[in-house]
Nanobody, 121 residues
Framework: VQLQASGGGVVQTGKSLRLACAASGRTGTRYAIGWFRQAPGKEREFVAA????????TYGDPVKGRFTISRDNAKNTVYLQMNSLKPEDTAVYFC???????????????WGRGTQVTVSS
């Protein structure tokens, strides 16, 4: 499966962005999708994940209550709605796919290119 993340940009503190992760290729397989982010000089960090059905979601502590992950399987797309953005949310955001619903980056089999999110203070 191929993944393409989009929707990044430059926003001010407190504003919102919505990222999208579009899947192509083996979309008939039931993949869970995770979002991760990586800031310069830092390790890749778990942001959120959603099961194939959308019935299960999980979030990293820094984004709980501000970010919402959702999916539209008819469009083969997963979304990450990011509200109340902070400068510390600045990073490259990646989406990844795996057959299992997971939080660990090392466990994901497929990765897309990232999209840059910059939050100015």
């Amino acid at each position: 499966v191929q993944l393409q993340a989009s929707g990044g940009g430059v926003v001010q503190t407190g504003k919102s962005l919505r990222l999208a992760c579009a899947a192509s290729g083996r979309t008939g397989t039931r993949y869970a999708i995770g979002w991760f982010r990586q800031a310069p000089g830092k390790e890749r960090e778990f942001v959120a994940a959603i099961s194939w059905s959308g019935g299960s979601t999980t979030y990293g502590d820094p984004v709980k209550g501000r970010f919402t992950i959702s999916r539209d399987n008819a469009k083969n797309t997963v979304y990450l709605q990011m509200n109340s953005l902070k400068p510390e949310d600045t990073a490259v955001y990646f989406c990844a796919a795996d057959k299992q619903f997971r939080r660990g980056a090392a466990q994901y089999d497929y990765w897309g290119r990232g999209t840059q999110v910059t939050v100015s203070s």
